[in-house]
């Protein structure tokens, strides 16, 4: 960085300053909008399905009505009008809704009644006391249902199919070959708060309390839905407990707006952890198949990859798990395709790192096989085969950043120590010790966004943007951004955020909120830098006169002339003078459809994992986790970290622990709730360590800033699952891995 660009960005961006809203958190000062209690406030439950296809032929009102406390029951007869039907798709990214427009069942967990009480005891008890009764119909929840059928589109519109090159000429010319099939399961979001919604009408004044990932496309969703305008939706989402995808769009809250309109009152509604597990979408099964060829060398001749996968009956979203087969090596011939089942479950949707979580499972494990028959270490074989241009369209990228943490992460795990062949190491208690890596990658993306920018008389500043803090301290990264835009101290920054009524910030999802509503920042506040600047340069009196824009920099609350750091104005001196309390500047930011065009814009990285396995029991433990992640210029390293450690948490219950257990005759998941769908705790996470390697790309934004939250993932499950092999030398193909697949393994190799 050259010292110009020092100065214009100031000292917070960088720094490893601790989270603005951790005081408030740990001491329960943060308030979730269940938090919100509202004078008159009533409590809904919903009741839910228990079957997965039917319809609701009975349910006792009666008895939920005669409850003491409850208020009123909302059912498909009763309940209020909405000015579009819930199947209707209006907004971007949204989704066919189940709002008790009738009585037909798509899937185990859809709502199919409200209760509405005084307190949530009553509510609770009146849900069970409708006591339903179903016209069940047979169900299929697994990927062998029938009717397979080619997608018209995967993820975002993405095609089903891909081709780049001759694929089975490959193949055939190919010395080495393998095709593997993997499978991953269902897969649900189990985010420490969840969804709910506090909601107060006032005539078509509609006021709400409720996590979101985007306020914009909320607002529009329920303004069709309800028939207002999206200026009369306020809604506040001050801090979100987590997020991943699930609360991008209103869902199930929507029956907590409709029950508030039916009672006349405030009404609150939390879903319970069980209902989770139904309306909220999910990430999708798949059945991954890889068939891959190299030339004696161990050059990739070809790459196919087939992901079979799994909507609902009534909606579509396509896990698009072939796209991780499109940047990472550099093939003559490469082919993704998909097809995908309906199922009788909710529509699935986007789950952190959707597509590349359980497409670059498979694709590592697959690698790591081709590796094997070509007799080459892993490391080495993805050295061999990296992508220097994205494969597909042939884009130029940071390819060098991947080569760098190769290096860094291998170094610092000690991989030049491994042995090639499996079953080579053991720790002191006999545990078989294994070592495995993977290839992380995830898009550097990027939505539209606004901000605003305000330079106060006292020397303050304030930014405002209506962004969202779903725990991953984005308040903090935001601040020292503006801050630095603004040329203050950070104490000096008052940070505006949480509010719709704010300027849209976009939406808090696919890595990118940083570099969206970051950069919309930059830009409001180097539009108020320049107003400031224009009172300054303008006026005799000033040091600064006659210097123009480009000759000042923001320093520490004071304009600097650049040829001249001596001579300088506080920005109070500046705004008196002209009798001004503030100046104020407005700034957006969207991606450069030109620079997407020439360059393809990923971030990415190497993991590497140490695995101890228990010969007798199958049972596996994560020891070591080593990532090196590059992800452009960093913010606040702090932070940073955590992001990629917690990504790599994740990748470790993807690879062991997670998965939803499915009753092919109910339709129901058996495991709905934090004691049977595992999730890794304390005791699960091994020594873990995050190398953030230094990267400079200039294309990707103003602040080339990549995302950092998912890309974690999309290494490590893969990672483990091949360290699993090498200590074994099983090869376990489903996931999660379990000790009864392990043992299986182990026994028929014996």
């Known amino acids: 960085m050259s010292d110009i660009d020092r100065i214009r960005h100031g000292s917070s961006i960088g720094q490893p300053i601790t989270r603005r809203d951790g005081p408030l958190k740990v001491t329960g000062q943060a308030r979730f909008a269940a938090d919100t209690h509202k004078p008159g406030l009533l409590h809904a439950v919903l009741a839910t399905s228990s079957i997965a296809r039917g319809r609701v032929t009975f349910l006792d009102e009666a008895a939920a009505r005669a409850h003491p406390g409850v208020v009123a029951v909302m059912l498909p007869g009763n309940r209020p009008a909405l000015a579009q039907h819930p199947d209707d798709k209006s907004a971007p990214f949204s989704f066919k809704m189940d709002l008790l427009q009738d009585d037909r069942v798509r899937y185990a967990g859809q709502p199919i009644a409200v209760v509405i009480a005084e307190t949530l005891e009553a509510a609770t008890e009146g849900a069970a006391l409708l006591a339903p009764r179903y016209a069940a119909e047979p169900v299929e929840v697994t990927l062998d249902a029938p009717g397979a059928y080619v997608p018209e589109a995967i993820g975002v519109g993405g095609p089903a199919e891909l081709r780049h090159g001759d694929v089975e000429a490959g193949l055939q010319d190919a010395a080495r070959r393998i095709e593997a099939v993997y499978e991953t399961p269902q897969q649900f979001h189990n985010a420490m708060e969840p969804h709910a919604v506090v909601a107060e009408w ?318 919309a920042m930059q830009a409001a506040g180097e539009a108020a830098i320049a107003r400031l600047t224009e009172l300054a340069v303008a006026d005799p009196r000033s040091p600064l006169f006659g210097a123009g824009n480009i000759g000042v920099v923001p320093r520490g609350g004071r304009l600097v002339r650049w040829d001249d750091p001596s001579r300088s104005e506080d920005y109070a001196e500046i705004l008196a003078r002209a009798g001004l309390e503030q100046v104020e ?43 090196a992640f590059a992800a452009g210029r960093i913010i606040n390293p702090r932070l940073v970290q955590s992001q990629y450690q917690g990504g790599m948490i994740w990748g470790l219950s993807f690879a062991l622990q997670e998965g939803a257990v499915l009753d092919a005759r109910s339709g129901r998941v058996m495991n709905a709730d934090l004691a049977g769908y595992h999730v890794p705790v304390n005791a699960d996470v091994p020594s873990i360590e995050a190398i953030l390697v230094e990267e400079e790309d200039r294309h990707v934004n103003a602040l080339g800033v990549k995302g950092v939250g998912e890309i974690g993932i999309t290494g490590t499950a893969g990672a483990i699952a091949n360290a699993v092999w090498h200590a074994t030398g099983a090869r376990i193909r489903h996931f999660p891995i379990t000790p009864e697949a392990i043992g299986r393994a182990l026994a028929a190799a014996n």
């Open 202 to 519: 006032d005539g078509d004044r509609l006021s709400l309390d409720m996590p979101t990932q985007g306020f914009a496309l909320t607002q529009m969703r329920l303004a069709g839905l309800f028939g207002i305008p999206v200026e009369a939706i306020a809604i506040r989402s001050p801090f979100i407990g987590g997020g991943f995808g699930s609360k991008l769009l209103a869902g199930p809250q929507v029956l907590g707006i409709l029950a508030a309109r039916l009672v006349g009152r405030p009404v609150k509604l939390v879903l319970t952890r069980a209902q989770m597990y139904g309306p909220v979408t999910h990430r999708a099964p798949t059945r991954q198949t890889l068939r891959l060829g190299a030339a004696p060398d161990g050059a990739l001749l070809a790459l196919h990859h087939h992901v079979r996968t799994a909507t609902s009956r009534f909606d579509d979203f396509i896990e698009p798990a072939a796209n991780a087969s499109h940047t990472l090596y550099a093939a003559p011939a490469i082919v993704t395709t998909t097809d995908a089942v309906r199922l009788d479950t909710g529509t699935p949707g986007f789950m952190r790192a959707p597509g590349e979580a359980s497409g670059s499972a498979a694709l590592e494990c697959a690698i790591d096989e081709m590796a094997e028959a070509c007799g080459m270490d892993p490391l080495a074989f993805r050295l061999r085969n990296y992508a220097e241009v994205e494969p597909i369209s042939n884009k130029p990228f940071s390819s060098k950043a991947l080569r760098e943490c190769y290096a860094s992460g291998a170094a610092r795990f000690g991989w030049a120590g491994r042995p090639l062949s499996p079953r080579q190491m053991r720790d002191a208690d006999g545990l078989l010790l294994g070592w495995g890596m993977g290839t992380a990658t995830f898009p550097a993306l990027m939505f539209q966004a606004e901000a605003r920018a305000v330079l106060r008389r006292d020397g303050t500043g304030l930014m405002e943007s209506g962004t969202h803090e779903m725990g991953q301290g984005a308040w903090t990264a935001f601040a020292q951004i503006a801050a630095d835009s603004l040329g203050l101290d950070i104490e000096r920054l008052e940070l505006r955020a949480g509010r719709s009524d704010l300027p849209n910030a976009g939406i808090a999802g696919g890595s990118a909120h940083t570099a969206t509503a970051g950069s």
């Open 585 to 627: 500047g407005r700034g957006s930011a969207a991606a450069d459809p030109a620079a997407s065009d020439r360059h393809a814009m990923h971030a990415h990285g190497a993991v590497f994992a140490e695995v101890k396995v228990d010969p007798d029991l199958g049972q596996v433990r994560v020891t070591r986790l080593v990532g």
